[in-house]
């Protein structure tokens, strides 16, 4: 079963910041938390992955709170094609990803 | 650099026949998984290998399901006889490290049995 919990859905105007909540409340202290998302029928697609710091890349920003019970990753300005399903994962390491349901995101223009 | 290949893209067989599922990794990348997405459901690991070696194997179905990965290189999944229930979509990934590292998928096989 998945760790996390999040909403399943929820809608961004193009061009807005996009921010999807993720709850881990039993997160342990060595596990990281990883984004994925899935684009229509594509394979999944790495996006982020933190342990206690912010994160942020070229695609989005991984914001953990500091108890690690939750997180919130941002797409800073949301684009049409950045509609898709994002996963929140908790895991000690990539060799056995729990995916869960996810959020599906759906950028409007 | 190519990315993570997998053949065939689709693939529509009758129950009880035989599939074979091809997975390329990305060159130099010891680590190789398999995942599936059935429909409806979650999309869910099967196993890893670890060069030729099968590291974790434990969502592996059932004695239906072979996966293989001769030398280390590309990774087959063969099912046999296929049910109904096999229908969905087989996704491969390749990682170079094990650990935090990221995993890149394929675009993956969808089988559809009949």
């Known amino acids: 079963d998945a760790k996390t919990t999040q909403p399943p859905s929820m809608d961004c105007a193009e061009g807005r910041a996009a921010n999807l909540p993720c709850n881990h409340s039993?997160?342990?202290?060595?596990?990281?938390v990883y984004w994925y998302r899935q684009i229509h029928s594509q394979g999944p697609q790495y996006i982020i992955h933190?342990?206690?710091n912010n994160e942020t890349n070229e695609m989005a920003s991984l914001i953990i709170t500091e108890d690690r019970k939750s997180s919130t990753l941002i797409l800073p300005h949301a684009t049409l094609r950045d509609t898709a399903v994002y996963y929140c994962?908790?895991?000690?390491?990539?060799?056995?990803?729990?995916f869960g349901t996810g959020t599906r995101l759906q950028v409007f223009p | 650099e190519a990315g993570v290949t997998q053949f065939p893209s689709h693939s529509v067989i009758e129950k009880g026949q035989t599939v074979t599922l091809r997975c390329d990794p990305i060159?130099?990348?010891?680590?190789l998984y398999w995942y599936r997405r059935v429909m409806g459901k979650e999309i869910k690991f099967l196993l890893h290998?670890?060069?030729?070696?099968?590291?974790?194997e434990s969502g592996m179905p059932n004695n239906r399901f072979l996966a293989e990965r001769t030398g280390g290189t590309y990774s087959t999944l063969k099912v046999q006889p296929a049910e109904l229930e096999d229908s969905g979509v087989y996704f491969c990934?390749?990682?170079?490290?094990?650990?935090?590292?990221?995993?890149?998928f394929g675009e993956g096989s969808r089988l559809t049995v009949l």
């Open positions: 990934a390749s990682s170079q490290d094990r650990g935090t590292g990221e995993l890149f």
């Open positions: 039993t997160i342990s202290g060595n596990e990281y």
């Open positions: 933190g342990l206690k």
């Open positions: 994962i908790v895991s000690f390491n990539t060799d056995k990803l729990i």
């Open positions: 060159s130099g990348h010891d680590n």
């Open positions: 290998f670890v060069k030729e070696s099968k590291q974790d």
